[in-house]
């Protein structure tokens, strides 16, 4: 062939090339997206400060603002804020009350809430528990759920034992006072503040011996029915935070500091926290997938009927929606 | 009013009127601006049983004087007396020989009537029956028995002096001391209780001192008429009044009243400054 | 009979009003419950107990924690206004603690005493404390300066002056702290229960906010809160009509 027949073609070619290519997310604009944390700015939520920070919310083509409320579930239920992380345990809950919320992807693989005392001193069997004192915030929250689902597999009733409330999240003083003898806490936080003060402690964790499904996203099931797509990408990125401070939590506590420069009055503590959190999620980055397991929340799902917290009418399919294993 | 009688509110052996003694009294007060003296050099004999008015310009320590003989105040120097040698004591507030009267009535808006005129004995501890009773006779003899339990809110100006009175009356003291009490009253009303006043005095002697501002009235109601000096005051002149008693309310047309009451405003023009009073004759 | 009916009426216009809202705006009922809602809500929980299991204990903390709050304020109100040395003295530290907050102090006076009944008394007793100790050191001082000389000329000692002059005048005024008082009684019962505490309206708030997703049983508790706050006052409001001299 000539050169000169080559033209043509070549000049299509060169007009139609860029518009097969994928558009870099430069050009388009960013889909607004607000997702809603509980309690305080926290370490913990490294994953998502990561993702804003070094770009996975916006490759993912999302423009995320992050809120602080202590009415997650009902906000995002409401669709005043896309996504927001919860307690599995208070989905299956709002769920049965009929509040149309969904858990869309596990960020907790081992449940975070553990029975916290003094080294030496708390029980490994669960039917020990009766008679002790136990601290927990309240009669709400997956704290109170573990507890009751623990006493419930050592054959025991919240009747068998002394719970104390500290509704100011405070029962780690209870512990240090000796006003009670086991508390309830986060695997990642309470341990880590009570060896700061000197107490060596053990944990009872329920995942052998009380499964519940852990902490996850959630998104309102008028989002996912109109736009489950934008609920995919939002999760892959999270994930994907997680799995790179699985691997070098550094990056995380970069980030999490970054966004949050509270945190780096404490640098050392901090880190120590994201390291328990990062065992939380799954510990390697290969066990990190946000797979919401049948296994666990079918068993879960069966402990919160029993105990009385669900009446079993909607189905634990109505209350999960495993977003990263849609078809695409 | 009715004349007082010799009932059971009378204190059974104690003499009805006691004579007061006031010898060089001097009051002083502490102010922002400096020792205030209000009283200097005061001399004044009044004879037990006697209807004694005080009268003079403004500011001259009337009423200072008679805090100083009820006990309210104690003179920086001088002596004060109540009664006659060797039994004469200096004042002392609440032990029940003065009965005090001020301009206003100053009852107790919460208690009845009954009770305001009960406050005297109810604070000696006396109990609450045989306090009520006298009190109820106290109302009697002022007039305002129907008024017994009503609360002072819902007296008129006249009917609540009235109460104070009986108050002042209900203990049955030996001397009555009357700060101005009916000047707050309109004129008429003023005149019926000057005469009830002089009525009640005359049924039972008690020593009466009363301080006014009206010369009228002063001539109208006195046995001697002590004029007091601008401040610091004391006793310019003292002026009996002869006039025999009871005296008519109408005493415009007497020659002795009138000329009593002429000494009277001679010596009121003497004490008060020049520089005040330029229309004032001399 | 006319007071009754003003104020049904409004409670009525109050009802419609709230249920228009729901209505128009079309919020869902787990986040502003219509007025029905509530109330069947409310039938159900009084049904079960679990309304006055709740209630009962509430109203027990506000009762005592007046009583220890009231009494206490009207004897430091009663020294502060008789004497200028004592009110010098003693109010910068009542200010002091008066400004900061109760519900940061909360937490510590509820492990320092126990976390049992007597904390949370002592708690709302405080936030009971300044209003009507005021209200009394103002009141002391309003009583009549003329009456003052009357008493003294009839030779009452300073403590009957104190019990039979300054405390029966100062009632108007010291009513008008006790109605502030009671009020914040019940604020201060439940900032007691946030403190530490396992049941009273304050907590079934937390349940049922935090832990059922309930917002009709949180109204329910919210709207009893208010009907006992309403009744305390109107029991100061009718004591002071009895009590207090109206001229």
Same mark, same amino acid.
Not at chain 1, 249 to 276: W, Y
Not at chain 2, 231 to 243: E, H, N, T, Y
């Given at each position: 062939?000539?050169?000169?027949?080559?033209?043509?073609?070549?000049?299509?070619?060169?007009?139609?090339?860029?518009?097969?290519?994928?558009?870099?997310?430069?050009?388009?604009?960013?889909?607004?997206?607000?997702?809603?944390?509980?309690?305080?700015?926290?370490?913990?939520?490294?994953?998502?400060?990561?993702?804003?920070?070094?770009?996975?919310?916006?490759?993912?083509?999302?423009?995320?603002?992050?809120?602080?409320s202590?009415d997650?579930l009902v906000l995002v239920a409401d669709g005043r804020a896309?996504?927001?992380?919860?307690?599995?345990?208070?989905?299956?809950?709002a769920?049965?009350s009929g509040i149309p919320v969904?858990?869309?992807?596990?960020?907790?693989?081992?449940?975070?809430?553990?029975?916290?005392?003094?080294?030496?001193?708390?029980?490994?069997?669960?039917?020990?528990?009766?008679?002790?004192?136990?601290?927990?915030?309240?009669?709400?929250?997956?704290?109170?759920?573990?507890?009751?689902?623990?006493?419930?597999?050592?054959? @025991? !009733?919240? =009747?068998? #034992?002394?719970?104390?409330?500290? &509704?100011?999240?405070?029962?780690?003083?209870? *512990? %240090?006072?000796? +006003?009670?003898?086991?508390?309830?806490?986060?695997?990642?936080?309470?341990?880590?503040?009570?060896?700061?003060?000197?107490?060596?402690?053990?944990? @009872? !964790?329920? =995942?052998? #011996?009380?499964?519940?499904?852990? &902490?996850?996203?959630?998104?309102g099931d008028e *989002? %996912?029915?109109? +736009?489950?797509?934008?609920?995919?990408?939002?999760?892959?990125?999270?994930?994907?935070?997680?799995?790179?401070?699985?691997?070098?939590?550094?990056?995380?506590?970069?980030?999490? #500091?970054?966004?949050?420069?509270?945190?780096?009055?404490?640098?050392?503590?901090? *880190?120590?926290?994201?390291?328990?959190?990062?065992?939380?999620?799954?510990?390697?980055?290969?066990?990190?997938?946000?797979?919401?397991?049948?296994?666990?929340?079918?068993?879960?799902?069966?402990?919160?009927?029993?105990?009385?917290?669900?009446?079993?009418?909607?189905?634990?399919?109505?209350?999960?929606?495993?977003?990263?294993?849609?078809?695409? | 009013?009715?004349?007082?009688?010799?009932?059971?509110?009378?204190?059974?052996?104690?003499?009805?009127?006691?004579?007061?003694?006031?010898?060089?009294?001097?009051?002083?007060?502490?102010?922002?601006?400096?020792?205030?003296?209000?009283?200097?050099?005061?001399?004044?004999?009044?004879?037990?049983?006697?209807?004694?008015?005080?009268?003079?310009?403004?500011?001259?320590?009337?009423?200072?004087?008679?805090?100083?003989?009820?006990?309210?105040?104690?003179?920086?120097?001088?002596?004060?007396?109540?009664?006659?040698?060797?039994?004469?004591?200096?004042?002392?507030?609440?032990?029940?020989?003065?009965?005090?009267?001020?301009?206003?009535?100053?009852?107790?808006?919460?208690?009845?009537?009954?009770?305001?005129?009960?406050?005297?004995?109810?604070?000696?501890?006396?109990?609450?029956?045989?306090?009520?009773?006298?009190?109820?006779?106290?109302?009697?003899?002022?007039?305002?028995?129907?008024?017994?339990?009503?609360?002072?809110?819902?007296?008129?100006?006249?009917?609540?002096?009235?109460?104070?009175?009986?108050?002042?009356?209900?203990?049955?003291?030996?001397?009555?001391?009357?700060?101005?009490?009916?000047?707050?009253?309109?004129?008429?009303?003023?005149?019926?209780?000057?005469?009830?006043?002089?009525?009640?005095?005359?049924?039972?002697?008690?020593?009466?001192?009363?301080?006014?501002?009206?010369?009228?009235?002063?001539?109208?109601?006195?046995?001697?008429?002590?004029?007091?000096?601008?401040?610091?005051?004391?006793?310019?002149?003292?002026?009996?009044?002869?006039?025999?008693?009871?005296?008519?309310?109408?005493?415009?047309?007497?020659?002795?009243?009138?000329?009593?009451?002429?000494?009277?405003?001679?010596?009121?023009?003497?004490?008060?400054?020049?520089?005040?009073?330029?229309?004032?004759?001399? | 009979?006319r007071r009754l009916a003003t104020t049904l009426l409004s409670l009525a216009a109050f009802l419609v009003a709230w249920k228009l809202l729901t209505v128009v705006t079309g919020t869902p009922d787990y986040i502003l419950p219509a007025p029905e809602v509530v109330a069947e809500r409310a039938l159900r929980a009084i049904?079960?107990?679990?309304l006055?299991?709740?209630?009962?204990?509430?109203?027990?903390?506000?009762?005592?924690?007046?009583?220890?709050?009231?009494?206490?304020?009207?004897?430091?109100?009663?020294?502060?206004?008789?004497?200028?040395?004592?009110?010098?003295?003693?109010?910068?530290?009542?200010?002091?603690?008066?400004?900061?907050?109760?519900?940061?102090?909360?937490?510590?006076?509820?492990?320092?005493?126990?976390?049992?009944?007597?904390?949370?008394?002592?708690?709302?007793?405080?936030?009971?404390?300044?209003?009507?100790?005021?209200?009394?050191?103002?009141?002391?001082?309003?009583?009549?300066?003329?009456?003052?000389?009357?008493?003294?000329?009839?030779?009452?000692?300073?403590?009957?002056?104190?019990?039979?002059?300054?405390?029966?005048?100062?009632?108007?005024?010291?009513?008008?702290?006790?109605?502030?008082?009671?009020?914040?009684?019940?604020?201060?019962?439940?900032?007691?229960?946030?403190?530490?505490?396992?049941?009273?309206?304050?907590?079934?708030i937390?349940?049922a906010d935090?832990?059922l997703f309930d917002t009709p049983l949180m109204f329910v508790a919210l709207a009893t809160l208010a009907v006992i706050g309403i009744?305390?006052?109107?029991?100061?409001?009718?004591?002071?009509?009895?009590?207090?001299?109206?001229?």
């Open positions: 062939m000539s050169p000169r027949r080559l033209l043509l073609p070549l000049i299509a070619l060169v007009l139609v090339l860029p518009g097969c290519l994928p558009s870099s997310s430069v050009s388009e604009p960013l889909r607004a997206v607000k997702l809603l944390l509980g309690f305080r700015p926290d370490v913990q939520f490294a994953p998502f400060y990561l993702a804003q920070e070094a770009g996975y919310f916006a490759e993912a083509g999302l423009e995320v603002t992050i809120e602080h202590a997650v896309d996504f927001g992380v919860a307690d599995a345990t208070d989905v299956m809950i769920r049965t969904k858990y869309i992807s596990t960020l907790y693989d081992r449940f975070p809430v553990a029975l916290i005392g003094p080294a030496g001193t708390v029980p490994s069997d669960p039917a020990e528990l009766a008679g002790l004192r136990i601290g927990t915030p309240g009669e709400f929250g997956s704290s109170w759920h573990a507890l009751l689902a623990l006493l419930e597999a050592g054959g @025991l !009733t919240r =009747d068998d #034992v002394t719970i104390r409330a500290y &509704p100011q999240f405070n029962q780690v003083e209870g *512990l %240090l006072n000796g +006003d009670v003898d086991l508390i309830t806490g986060f695997r990642s936080n309470e341990p880590l503040r009570l060896e700061a003060q000197g107490m060596s402690v053990d944990l @009872l !964790t329920i =995942d052998e #011996v009380a499964p519940l499904p852990g &902490p996850g996203l959630i998104a *989002l %996912l029915s109109s +736009d489950p797509a934008l609920a995919t990408a939002f999760a892959a990125a999270t994930l994907r935070a997680q799995q790179t401070i699985a691997a070098d939590p550094q990056v995380g506590l970069d980030a999490a #500091v970054a966004a949050v420069p509270a945190i780096a009055e404490d640098r050392e503590t901090a *880190l120590a926290v994201l390291e328990a959190t990062i065992e939380l999620w799954g510990g390697e980055p290969g066990a990190i997938s946000g797979f919401i397991d049948p296994a666990v929340w079918g068993p879960g799902y069966g402990a919160l009927e029993r105990l009385g917290f669900i009446d079993g009418s909607v189905p634990p399919g109505d209350m999960v929606l495993d977003v990263l294993a849609l078809p695409d | 009013m009715t004349t007082d009688t010799a009932t059971e509110t009378e204190r059974v052996g104690a003499p009805a009127a006691l004579a007061v003694r006031l010898e060089r009294v001097a009051m002083s007060f502490a102010s922002a601006a400096g020792p205030h003296t209000a009283l200097e050099g005061l001399d004044l004999d009044v004879p037990a049983g006697s209807l004694t008015v005080v009268i003079g310009p403004n500011g001259c320590g009337k009423s200072t004087l008679l805090r100083v003989i009820a006990g309210l105040l104690i003179p920086t120097s001088g002596e004060v007396a109540l009664g006659e040698a060797p039994d004469a004591r200096a004042p002392r507030a609440g032990d029940g020989r003065v009965g005090l009267a001020f301009q206003q009535p100053r009852l107790v808006p919460w208690l009845s009537t009954l009770d305001n005129v009960a406050l005297p004995m109810s604070l000696a501890g006396a109990p609450l029956p045989e306090r009520r009773e006298r009190a109820r006779v106290a109302l009697e003899r002022v007039g305002l028995a129907e008024a017994a339990s009503s609360r002072p809110a819902h007296l008129s100006g006249g009917m609540a002096q009235r109460a104070a009175l009986a108050r002042a009356l209900a203990g049955d003291p030996p001397i009555l001391l009357l700060d101005e009490p009916f000047s707050a009253l309109d004129a008429l009303t003023r005149e019926g209780f000057d005469a009830e006043l002089e009525a009640l005095w005359m049924s039972r002697r008690r020593t009466v001192v009363m301080v006014t501002h009206s010369v009228g009235e002063a001539v109208r109601m006195a046995d001697r008429i002590a004029v007091m000096t601008t401040r610091p005051g004391s006793v310019a002149r003292v002026i009996p009044v002869d006039l025999p008693r009871p005296r008519p309310t109408a005493l415009a047309g007497d020659p002795a009243a009138a000329a009593i009451d002429a000494e009277v405003r001679a010596a009121l023009a003497e004490v008060q400054t020049p520089e005040l009073t330029p229309w004032l004759d001399r | 009979m049904g079960s107990g679990l006055w299991e709740h209630t009962a204990v509430t109203i027990s903390e506000i009762l005592l924690g007046l009583a220890v709050g009231a009494t206490s304020a009207v004897a430091v109100g009663t020294a502060l206004g008789k004497s200028v040395v004592i009110e010098r003295v003693l109010s910068p530290y009542i200010v002091a603690a008066q400004s900061v907050p109760i519900l940061a102090l909360a937490p510590l006076l509820d492990i320092w005493f126990g976390g049992g009944l007597l904390a949370r008394v002592l708690i709302c007793a405080l936030i009971v404390f300044f209003p009507i100790a005021i209200a009394t050191m103002v009141g002391i001082r309003a009583a009549d300066p003329l009456l003052r000389e009357m008493f003294r000329s009839l030779g009452a000692t300073p403590g009957q002056i104190t019990a039979r002059l300054e405390i029966p005048s100062a009632l108007p005024v010291l009513f008008g702290g006790l109605r502030v008082g009671v009020t914040l009684a019940v604020i201060g019962a439940v900032v007691a229960e946030w403190a530490g505490a396992s049941s009273g309206l304050g907590v079934l937390n349940i935090q832990g009744g305390l006052h109107g029991l100061v409001v009718s004591i002071e009509r009895r009590v207090v001299a109206t001229s």
